[in-house]
T-cell receptor, first 115, second 112 residues
Framework: DQQVKQNSPSLSVQEGRISILNCDYT??????FLWYKKYPAEGPTFLIS?????DKNEDGRFTVFLNKSAKHLSLHIVPSQPGDSAVYFC??????????????FGTGTRLQVTL | DSGVTQTPKHLITATGQRVTLRCSPR?????VYWYQQSLDQGLQFLIQ???????AKGNILERFSAQQFPDLHSELNLSSLELGDSALYFC???????????FGQGTRLTVV
C-alpha cells in the first residue's frame, strides 16, 4: 500500500524555468510533509518541510504548497538550475499520533535541468 | 555533510552470510532510522529507535535485526543473506521523533 505517491518518475525542465514536482498521499493522519533531494551515491538531503496547519512554505528558490483537501503537495523550484538535477523524494509523517513518527517516502521523481 | 556516519561504505558478501552495518547519528540526535533502497526503488522504512528503544517497525525481514546502543550509535544486522538483499541501506537521525531526519551516505551491500 503506497501511502505516498509520486506519479511522475521523471521531469525535464529548461534552466531558468520553474520545476514543479508533485506528490499525493492517502493517509489522512499525515500532518508533516518533507521534500528531500538525492544525488547518486549520496544520502537524501533535507530540503524543505511543511506542517498541515500551513498551505505554503518558502525557502529561497524552493516553495512547497499543501492542499489538504486534495491530499496533494507540490514543490516549486524557481528558477531551476543545472545543480538541481537530482531525484526528489516526498515524505510524510503523522506527528500527532503520539507514537513514533517514521517518515514514509514516495518513490521519487528524477529532475533533469537542461541548459 | 549531514553529520550522520555510516560504515562501511561498500560491502560485498556471499549468499548465506551475515553482515553488520553501523551508524553514528548526528551529535545530540536521539532517534535513528534505517531505510532500504533497492535498485530504482523508493526508500523503504525498516526500523526506528529512540534513545535506545525500538519505536517503530516497517517491512523488516525476520532475518534482519537492529539495536541502538547507550552511546546512541546503531547497528543493523543482516543474516542468511540472499541476492535480493542487495541494496543501499541508509541510516538517518533526528533530535526528536517528529523533526526532519538527516541521512548518512549509505552502505551499498552487494550479495553475490
Amino acid at each position: 500500500d503506497q501511502q505516498v505517491k509520486q506519479n511522475s518518475p521523471s521531469l525535464s525542465v529548461q534552466e531558468g524555468r520553474i520545476s514543479i514536482l508533485n506528490c499525493d498521499y492517502t493517509n489522512s493522519m499525515f500532518d508533516y510533509f518533507l521534500w528531500y533531494k538525492k544525488y547518486p551515491a549520496e544520502g537524501p538531503t533535507f530540503l524543505i518541510s511543511i506542517s498541515s496547519i500551513k498551505d505554503k512554505n518558502e525557502d529561497g528558490r524552493f516553495t512547497v504548497f499543501l492542499n489538504k483537501s486534495a491530499k496533494h503537495l507540490s514543490l516549486h523550484i524557481v528558477p531551476s538550475q543545472p545543480g538541481d538535477s537530482a531525484v526528489y523524494f516526498c515524505a510524510a509523517s503523522a506527528r500527532n499520533t503520539g507514537t513514533a513518527s517514521k517518515l514514509t517516502f514516495g518513490t521519487g521523481t528524477r529532475l533533469q535541468v537542461t541548459l | 555533510d549531514s553529520g550522520v556516519t555510516q560504515t562501511p561504505k561498500h560491502l560485498i558478501t556471499a549468499t548465506g552470510q551475515r553482515v553488520t552495518l553501523r551508524c553514528s547519528p548526528r551529535s545530540g540526535d536521539l532517534s535513528v532510522y534505517w531505510y532500504q533502497q533497492s535498485l530504482d526503488q523508493g526508500l523503504q522504512f525498516l526500523i526506528q529507535y529512540y534513545n535506545g528503544e525500538e519505536r517503530a517497525k516497517g517491512n523488516i525481514l525476520e532475518r534482519f535485526s537492529a539495536q541502538q546502543f547507550p552511546d546512541l550509535h546503531s547497528e543493523l544486522n543482516l543474516s542468511s543473506l540472499e541476492l535480493g538483499d542487495s541494496a543501499l541501506y541508509f541510516c538517518a537521525s533526528s533530535f526528536l521523533l517528529n523533526t526532519e531526519a538527516f541521512f548518512g551516505q549509505g552502505t551499498r551491500l552487494t550479495v553475490v
